[in-house]
């Protein structure tokens, strides 16, 4: 993945670049470089270890600065995270490259670069594209010339931008695969991975198009399409809003974002529901229509946004709709059978998840009814190529463990649900109970957030552990792997979550007194079967922690529980979410490990 960032401007563009790269953090944060076309017409490149901060520290006892420059967040894919690995990657003084994507054939090119002589000092895939262009400015000395005949060879996912310090006028970049924008300025222009990177410059954005490359001027931009033809791509303007969230009174976003759920699912259903009623013209015409025509559902998507996919299984077949839920990485390489009727249907809290596009680029000639994509962002590329939208609003997500986006993402896809229930034949009067349920959400939330201080007690007795164990049944399997899935990716415990009906064909091996067990326990048509699945964990001295409804009766004989009050059924996998997601908050903050920014992931994974 990893982020880039670019700018040609009469202005030192040193702070634009280290600000686009502080909003791209997300995209990885295991090292950052800057290289910048100083006024003697040198590049002057600084690469740091680590996140933009500690770039930030070495800039500040070394200044550079220029008006024309590249940048890069990095999250390792060649190459462990080391200054040798980071970008910008240089070939001699002659070329800066900045790259996000895969290069699939580099080790090819590499051999071959290698033995003409070129050195290399880095593993990285990106490092030949810089020595394939040196070499091509030999022969071609116009840059963009130079850098298409570059792009020619490259087989592979890119979002690329390179200067040279020989043509102070421009910086070319190319678009196949991964995301870039270009920021539209009064006399510069600026380029990133997305639109946030830029907004404290400009809300003015041309999005290129796959295939696409630039040529990028301070008062001119020209953009040839995949066969070489110049186009001309529209000037959208970008309604975000600049303001980058801060803490406010919290230790971490994380935090902050597990706490302005009741908020954010206030707002996604704001004008959506009104007095017990579903108000589907909030969904617009062309979703309308896809919906009547829908007789079954596949839903693709990663990571925390495949959970909830999976949790909208339960809810789709309980109103009799055929839905299967598929990982995107898998997906895309599976042959489907695609039914008449089905409606494709991504969740994705960014837009940009690689996998997820590139599975929602190959539905297109499957048969598809057509795509629908539930998304946090706007102006993502997985928006603005599926036919139609469902816009969760969550608001920026900065936590890099998934939160509002998941809770909101449950809640669009219960919208979607009921709009499907209506035309199963169930009558307003069938739906009105599930929509008060809806509408009461956020207040259930509230109440549960009420418990943090009790959520805290409970994860001390996590913090020395190694493994545990999260079990579910029905919508509340996909919720124990959210658990898990938070609980690993910040704490680093090892967390798995099974179906708890299988607990018997395997996992009861690992439990004994130190293995921790942690299960949803909803008044529901499946708890005297989760309740005896726990008697079995019991006998073999495991420690229980659950959470439960006020209604059920535990007979257990040694186990730590937390009430929750008002669960609605239909609702009940969003409201249990929230103090798995607090459990794993307060495991992590005790081990002291970096809750936000966790090792070795990213918040956006735009490579394969
Ligand atoms: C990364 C993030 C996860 C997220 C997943 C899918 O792994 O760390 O939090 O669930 O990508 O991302 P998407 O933006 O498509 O929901």
Not at 152 to 167: E, F, K, Q
Not at 446 to 458: F, H, P, R
Request: proline share 5%.
């Amino acid at each position: 993945m990893c982020g880039i960032v670019g700018a040609i401007s009469s202005r030192n563009i040193t702070p634009v670049l280290m600000e686009g790269l502080r909003r791209l953090e997300y995209r990885g944060y295991d090292s950052a470089g800057i290289a910048i076309r100083d006024d003697n017409g040198h590049m002057q490149r600084i690469r740091s270890v680590g996140k933009v901060a500690s770039l930030q520290e070495r800039l500040d006892s070394a200044p550079i600065h220029g008006h024309l420059g590249i940048a890069h967040t990095r999250w390792a894919t060649h190459g462990i995270p080391a200054e040798r690995n980071a970008h910008p990657h240089m070939s001699g003084e002659r070329v800066a490259v900045v790259h996000n994507g895969i290069i699939e054939n580099h080790a090819e090119l590499r051999a071959e670069l290698e033995a003409e002589g070129y050195h290399f000092v880095s593993e990285t895939d990106t490092e030949v594209i810089a020595h394939l262009l040196a070499r091509e400015l030999d022969q071609t000395p116009d840059l963009p010339e130079a850098f298409r005949k570059v792009i020619s060879r490259l087989v592979g996912a890119y979002a690329l931008a390179a200067s040279t310090p020989g043509d102070p006028d421009r910086i070319v970049v190319a678009r196949a695969g991964s995301p870039l924008v270009i920021g539209v300025g009064d006399g510069e222009h600026f380029i990133a991975s997305d639109v946030f990177a830029l907004l404290p410059q400009t809300h003015e954005f041309i999005f290129l198009e796959e295939g696409d490359l630039a040529e990028i001027h301070r008062h001119q931009v020209r953009i040839f399409d995949k066969t070489g033809k110049e186009v001309q791509r529209p000037v959208q303007s970008s309604k975000l809003n600049a303001a980058a969230a801060d803490k406010g009174p919290y230790q971490h976003y994380m935090l902050k974002e597990i706490f302005e759920q009741p908020g954010v699912v206030a707002e996604t259903l704001e004008g959506r529901i009104y007095k017990g009623r579903l108000l589907e013209e909030s969904f617009g015409y062309e979703t309308r229509e896809l919906l009547d025509q829908t007789r079954q559902i596949h839903i693709i998507a990663c990571g925390t946004s495949y959970h909830a996919g999976l949790v909208a299984r339960y809810w789709f077949e309980d109103i009799g709709i055929p839905c299967m839920v598929e990982v995107a990485s898998e997906y895309r390489y599976r042959h489907t059978v695609v039914p008449e009727g089905t409606l494709f249907v991504t969740i994705t809290q960014s837009g940009e998840t690689a996998d997820t596009l590139a599975a929602l680029r190959g539905a297109k000639d499957k048969g598809y009814l057509g795509s629908l994509v539930v998304c946090n962002v706007p102006e993502s590329s997985l928006v603005r190529e599926s036919d139609v939208a469902l816009m969760t609003r969550a608001g920026t997500e900065i936590g890099v463990a998934s939160t509002k986006a998941f809770t909101t993402q449950l809640v669009a896809l219960r919208l979607l649900v009921l709009a499907m229930a209506k035309r199963m034949g169930y009558t307003e009067d069938d739906l009105r109970g599930y929509i008060e349920e809806l509408h009461s959400l956020p207040r259930q939330m509230e109440v549960v957030l009420g418990l943090n201080e009790s959520i805290e007690q409970m994860a001390r007795s996590f913090s020395d552990k190694e493994h545990a164990l999260f079990l579910g049944r029905g919508p509340f399997y996909p919720i124990a792997m959210e658990g898990a899935l938070k609980l690993k990716e910040i704490s680093y415990i090892h967390a798995e979550a099974y179906p708890a009906g299988e607990l018997k064909h395997g996992p009861l091996a690992l439990v004994d007194e130190k293995m921790p067990v942690i299960c949803a326990l909803p008044n529901d048509p499946l708890l005297d079967k989760v309740l005896s699945n726990l008697q079995e964990v019991r006998a073999r001295d495991g420690e229980l922690f659950l959470f439960s409804d006020q209604e059920v009766k535990i007979e257990l004989d040694k186990y730590q529980s937390l009430t929750l009050s008002d669960i609605h059924p239909s609702t009940a996998p969003i409201v249990y979410t929230v103090p798995l997601q607090l459990l794993a908050y307060h495991v992590a903050l005790i081990k002291g490990t970096d809750v936000d920014q966790p090792r070795n992931l990213a918040k956006s994974v735009t490579v394969e």
